[in-house]
C-alpha cells in the first residue's frame, strides 16, 4: 500500500458511482497499478454482489412479501457465518452432557414423535392450502369453459370445478398430459381435494378425469413462468450465466491476477448494469424490440466473460 | 419394583437409540445434500525443464510432407514460426530448452510425416517420462512448409507466424501477430492483442484484455465467418472482405473501414464502446440498430427510416442504396455512427 491509496469508503463510492469523472479516472489507473486496492475493490465487490444478488431474486417477484425478503437476507447470511455441520456437532455434544438425566431423555424422544407428526400434518395441510390458492385466484378472472373430452357422466361436475379454474383450462391445450403426470405429488394433492369436495359423486374416476384435474394444477405455473421471461430463450440465457458464475466464482482467484482480476470485475459490472436496465425496459415497454435486442447482446456478452476465465483455466490446465 | 426398574431402562435405552438414529439419519441427510467440490485446475508446473548445456543454442530439422500439421507448446520466449518453400521442419532455440520432434503421423501418399510434434527436450537423448513438453527460452524460431497447419499454445510468449497454411494459437499471455496465413486462423490470447494481416480464410479472434487489429483479410471458401472479440479492448477491422462477421467488444470501441459485400451478414455490438464504420457513399445495405444510452448518426442518408419513438432503448432501421448486405449494430452505452470513407 502507498501513500496514494484510498480508504473503503471513497473505493465504495467508486464502486456506487457516486465520483466525479476525474477522481474515477484516477482511482481507476491506481487500482490497476496496486494490487491491495485491486484486492480492497475486490472485497468491496464481493460484498456488494452478494447484497445485491439476495435483492434481485426478491424483486424479480412481485408477490413476495418485503418481511420474507429480509427473512431470507438474514438466513442467508447467518448460513454464510454459521455452517450447518458446527451447529449440530455442538447439539451433539450437548446431548451427550444430558443423556446422563432419563427424564430429558424422554422428553426429547417425544418432542421428536410429536415433530414427526406434526409436520407430516403441515404437509397434508399445505396440499391443500396449494389447492385453495388456486381456487382464489382464479375467481378472480371469472372465466369458463367445458372442456369437450371429457366423459359425459362427470362432465357437470367438471364444468362446474372449470369455473373456479378458469385461466388453468384456457391454455390447456398448450400442455402435454405426458408432462403433467410427472408431477405426482402435485396430482395426489388435487386428487384429494377434488375427491373430498365431490363425496356424493360418482366415486370411480377415469384417468383421463383425473388428468384434466392435473391440468388446472400445473396451468399457473406455466403462465407465471411466460410472464417472467421478458425475451424469449431468457430463461436459458439465465440458466446458463448462473452455471458459469458458480465455476468462475471457485476458480477466479486461482486463475486471474490482480489486475486482470479488476479488468474482469469492471466488465462484469457494466454487463450486469445493461442487463439490469434493459430488462427493467423491456418489462415496462414489452414492445421496445431495441430494448429486447440489448438484453440479448448483454446475455450473450456476459456468457462470453465467464467463459473467457473457464477458456483460461482450461488452457492454464493443458500446459502442464 | 423390579419391574418398573426394568421398564424404565427399557425405555431409557428406547430413548437412546431413537434419538441417535434420528441425530444419525439427519446427519448423513445433511452432508449427502453439500454438492462436490469443482475439481481444482492443476499447477502448472508439472514436468522437468531439460535445459541444454552451457545454454548453447539447439537447432534441429526434420523430413515432412507438404501438409504438415505441426503442433508445439511454449513455456517462455519469442515465438517465430515462418512458412519456406522447403518440405521440412527446422526449429532454433536460443537460451532455453533443447529440441525434439515426435512423429504423430505419416503420410499414406509419401510416408513422409504429416503429423509432428516438436518437444522440449530431444527424445533419442532424454527418455524422460517426466520431461517438460513445452519449449522455452530467449528466442524460439520454427520453419515450416507453406501449407503447414500450424497449432501453438502457450503460456508466456509473444506469438508470431508469417507465410503458412492455417493457424491455431492459444496464449494465456502475449501478444499474436499472424501474416499471410491462407486457410484460416484461429487465435485466442487472455492478455494481450491479436493482430492478422493479408490473410485469409474462417477467422476466429479472441482477446481478454486487448485490441484485435485486422488488415487485408478475405474469405478463402464460401461460409467461412470472420469472429472477433474482446472483453476489454478495441476491435479495428480495415478492408476485411468478408460475407459473415460476428464482431463484438464489451468495453471498447469498434471501428470498420471498408465495403460490405453482397448479400453478407454483418453484427457488430458494445457494451460500452462507439461503432463507427466508414464505408464507401454507394454502399447497398439494409441497416439495423439498437443503441441504449447512446446516439446514432450517419453521414450517408438512410432511405426508409424507421425509427421508435424517444425512450430508453432505440432502435431503428433503414437501407442505403438497394440494400443488399444485412448491418446490426447494437450498443447499450456508445455512440454509433456512420461515415463516407
Redesign the interface.
Known amino acids: 500500500m502507498t501513500e496514494k491509496c484510498f480508504d473503503i469508503g471513497m473505493i465504495q463510492a467508486f464502486l456506487d458511482g457516486e465520483l466525479s469523472a476525474q477522481t474515477v479516472d484516477n482511482i481507476s489507473h491506481h487500482i490497476a497499478l496496486c494490487d491491495s486496492c485491486a484486492m480492497l475493490l475486490i472485497e468491496a465487490e464481493e460484498e456488494s454482489a452478494f447484497a445485491f444478488t439476495a435483492l434481485e431474486q426478491e424483486f424479480s417477484n412481485p408477490l413476495v412479501p418485503t418481511h420474507r425478503l429480509w427473512a431470507k437476507i438474514n438466513d442467508s447470511i447467518e448460513s454464510e457465518r454459521k455452517p450447518i455441520w458446527q451447529s449440530v456437532f455442538i447439539f451433539f455434544v450437548n446431548l451427550k452432557s444430558n443423556f446422563s438425566n432419563q427424564t430429558i431423555t424422554a422428553f426429547a424422544s417425544l418432542l421428536i414423535f410429536i415433530g414427526l407428526f406434526t409436520s407430516i400434518l403441515i404437509l397434508r395441510n399445505d396440499n391443500g392450502s396449494n389447492l385453495a390458492t388456486v381456487n382464489t385466484t382464479s375467481k378472480q378472472t371469472g372465466q369458463s369453459a367445458v372442456s369437450p373430452v371429457l366423459n359425459p357422466e362427470t362432465r357437470g361436475t367438471i364444468v362446474n370445478k372449470a369455473e373456479t379454474y378458469p385461466s388453468a383450462i384456457k391454455i390447456k391445450n398448450n400442455l402435454k398430459p405426458d408432462d403433467s403426470r410427472n408431477n405426482k405429488s402435485d396430482f395426489r394433492a388435487i386428487k384429494a381435494v377434488y375427491v373430498g369436495g365431490e363425496n356424493n359423486q360418482s366415486s370411480s374416476k377415469t384417468s383421463l378425469e383425473s388428468s384434466k384435474i392435473e391440468f388446472r394444477k400445473q396451468t399457473p405455473k406455466v403462465e407465471t413462468r411466460a410472464e417472467s421471461e421478458n425475451i424469449a430463450g431468457e430463461e436459458s440465457y439465465v440458466k446458463t450465466i448462473a452455471a458459469l458464475t458458480e465455476t468462475v466464482n471457485s476458480r477466479k482467484d486461482e486463475v486471474l491476477k490482480p489486475s486482470a482480476r479488476f479488468a474482469f470485475e469492471k466488465d462484469l459490472a457494466v454487463v450486469d448494469d445493461a442487463i439490469t436496465k434493459m430488462k427493467a425496459e423491456v418489462k415496462k415497454n414489452p414492445k421496445n424490440e431495441g430494448a429486447k435486442q440489448v438484453l440479448i447482446s448483454s446475455y450473450q456478452n456476459k456468457i462470453d466473460l465467464l467463459n473467457s476465465v473457464t477458456e483460461k483455466t482450461e488452457l492454464m490446465a493443458s500446459l502442464k | 419394583m423390579k419391574r418398573t426398574k426394568k421398564i ?1 431402562k427399557f ?2 435405552t ?3 437409540l ?2 441417535v438414529g ?2 444419525c439419519i ?2 448423513v441427510s ?2 449427502a445434500q453439500k454438492p462436490p ?2 475439481p ?8 522437468r525443464k531439460i535445459i541444454n548445456e552451457n545454454l548453447i543454442p539447439a537447432e534441429k530439422s526434420i523430413a515432412v510432407d507438404a501438409n504438415v500439421n505441426i503442433s508445439l ?1 511454449v ?1 517462455s520466449g519469442n515465438l517465430k514460426i515462418n512458412g519456406w518453400q522447403r518440405d521440412e521442419i527446422r526449429a532454433f532455440v536460443s537460451q532455453g530448452s533443447q529440441i525434439g520432434f515426435k512423429v504423430l503421423q505419416k503420410s499414406k501418399q509419401n510416408n513422409e510425416s504429416a503429423g509432428v510434434m516438436a518437444l522440449g527436450f530431444d527424445l533419442a537423448k532424454t527418455a524422460d517420462a517426466g520431461a517438460d513438453e ?1 519449449l522455452s527460452g530467449d528466442e524460439i524460431q520454427i520453419d515450416v512448409p507453406p501449407n503447414a497447419t500450424v497449432n501453438v ?3 508466456d510468449s509473444e506469438t508470431t507466424i508469417e507465410s503458412v497454411g492455417k493457424v491455431r494459437v ?1 496464449n ?1 499471455g502475449g501478444d499474436i501477430f499472424l501474416n499471410n496465413i491462407a486457410r484460416g486462423v484461429e487465435a ?1 490470447t ?2 494481450g492483442d491479436v493482430t492478422v494481416g493479408n490473410s485469409s480464410g474462417a477467422m476466429d479472434l ?1 482477446s ?2 486487448g485490441n484485435i487489429v485486422v488488415f487485408d483479410a478475405a474469405s478463402s471458401e464460401i461460409g467461412d465467418i470472420f469472429k472477433a ?1 474482446t ?2 479492448g478495441a476491435i479495428i477491422l480495415k478492408d476485411v472482405e468478408q460475407r459473415q462477421m460476428e464482431v ?1 467488444s ?2 471498447g470501441a469498434i471501428n470498420f473501414s471498408g465495403a460490405f459485400l453482397n448479400g453478407g451478414q454483418y453484427n457488430f ?1 458494445t ?2 464502446g462507439s461503432i463507427t464504420l466508414a464505408i464507401p457513399q454507394n454502399s447497398s445495405l439494409k441497416l439495423n440498430a ?3 444510452y447512446g446516439a446514432f448518426n450517419t453521414d450517408i442518408p438512410l432511405e426508409n427510416l424507421i425509427k ?1 419513438m424517444p ?6 432501421s433503414g437501407q442505403i442504396g438497394k440494400g443488399d448486405a444485412s448491418i ?1 449494430l ?4 456508445g455512440a454509433l455512427r456512420i461515415k463516407k470513407q
Open positions: 424404565t425405555g431409557k428406547t430413548s437412546l431413537l434419538f434420528f441425530l439427519s446427519v445433511v452432508f467440490k469443482p481444482q485446475p492443476k499447477d502448472w508446473k508439472v514436468g507448446c513455456e513445452c499454445k502457450s503460456r492459444e494465456v485466442k487472455f492478455e479472441q481478454t484484455t472479440k472483453n476489454n463484438g464489451n468495453s455490438g457494451s460500452n439498437s443503441y441504449g421508435s425512450q430508453k432503448a432505440q432502435n431503428l446490426n447494437t450498443t447499450y452505452s
